[in-house]
């Protein structure tokens, strides 16, 4: 007799969406209203608090997925490095007008980090006893902190970018990356037939592509439109072309962490949310788009502010 178990049928595309869909509005109701809490110290210190512990357990993942693939990595003095960097970046940031810092030097302070944390592993390696590739050690420690905490550090260059709301800023490319994801999960599940990289990920679709970048672009119009005064230098120019690079780069983004998960040979980096997974798999399209929302916002948007 055949156990029960093992022939449990796995819960439909439906059942998979309502619960992404339940998981991603809690958590970014609960960062919105943090945001807009209209309280400075709940908005800096919740704020800060997320992105601490996104940075902490998205870093832990990553250097879990480096373990399963039998490559070494020191995990500790990657966290550490990581955290260091957006507590570092925080106080710099959101105490510029004070101390009148100029928001743009948090990139000096960055690469301060970055040529400290280099000189830290390579003393790291040289006390070690374990018989371990430096080279290979050093690389994949030092890549995990640029893929999670450089990256992420990005939203708080948004959220304390002067001159402009930055709350909004941040609100609007979590929104249009989020619903770029919804547009291709959806799309692709009804009409999804054409394959994109199977070899990486077998449910990624042209058409679902197609979707992300439809959904994105009416997302960022509408949202755009309904905060226009809040979102100083914003046109509509600007959404559609924001639109089509956040959607298309969201869809990339998931594409290299399911790069990353299939050679780990896990099917997700953990489990914080039911029907996501765990920290990578909701920050996976957000990685890449928070540097760019940036640029765009201080060479595009805002091309005269020179601080």
Request: some cysteine; overall charge positive; hydrophobic content about 50%.
């Amino acid at each position: 007799m055949s156990d029960p178990a093992s022939t449990s049928t796995p819960p439909s595309k439906a059942r998979i969406f309502v619960r992404r869909l339940f998981s991603s509005v809690v958590l970014w109701t609960v960062v919105i209203s943090a945001l807009f809490s209209g309280h400075k110290w709940i908005s800096d210190y919740v704020f800060l608090a997320i992105m601490m512990g996104l940075a902490g357990f998205g870093l832990a993942e990553f250097y879990g997925m480096v373990e399963k693939r039998g490559l070494p990595c020191f995990k500790e003095w990657g966290i550490f490095g990581g955290l260091l960097l957006m507590l570092g970046c925080f106080f710099y940031l959101s105490e510029s007008e004070i101390f009148h810092i100029r928001a743009a030097d948090a990139n000096d302070l960055e690469t301060g980090f970055l040529i400290l944390l280099v000189l830290g592993l390579c003393i790291r390696r040289f006390l070690s006893k374990a018989t371990v590739d430096g080279m290979v050690v050093v690389s994949t420690t030092l890549f995990g902190f640029m893929y999670v905490p450089w990256l992420l550090n990005f939203v708080q260059k948004i959220n304390y970018f002067p001159h402009v709301d930055g709350r909004y800023y941040v609100l609007y490319f979590v929104l249009v990356t989020k619903f770029s994801d919804i547009g291709a999960y959806c799309v692709g599940s009804l009409i999804g037939r054409h394959k994109m990289i199977p070899r990486i990920s077998p449910g990624k679709t042209w058409e679902g592509f197609g979707g992300a970048l439809l959904v994105s672009v009416l997302v960022s119009l509408v949202f755009a439109h309904l905060t226009r005064s809040h979102m100083a230098g914003m046109t509509v120019v600007h959404a559609l072309v924001l639109g089509v690079v956040l959607g298309g780069t969201a869809v990339v983004g998931d594409l290299i962490e399911s790069l990353f998960k299939r050679e780990a040979g896990i099917k997700d980096s953990g489990r914080f949310f039911p029907g996501i997974g765990g920290i990578l798999d909701l920050l996976d399209s957000l990685l890449f788009n928070a540097p760019l929302m940036y640029l765009y916002l201080r060479y595009v948007i805002q091309p005269g502010y020179s601080g």
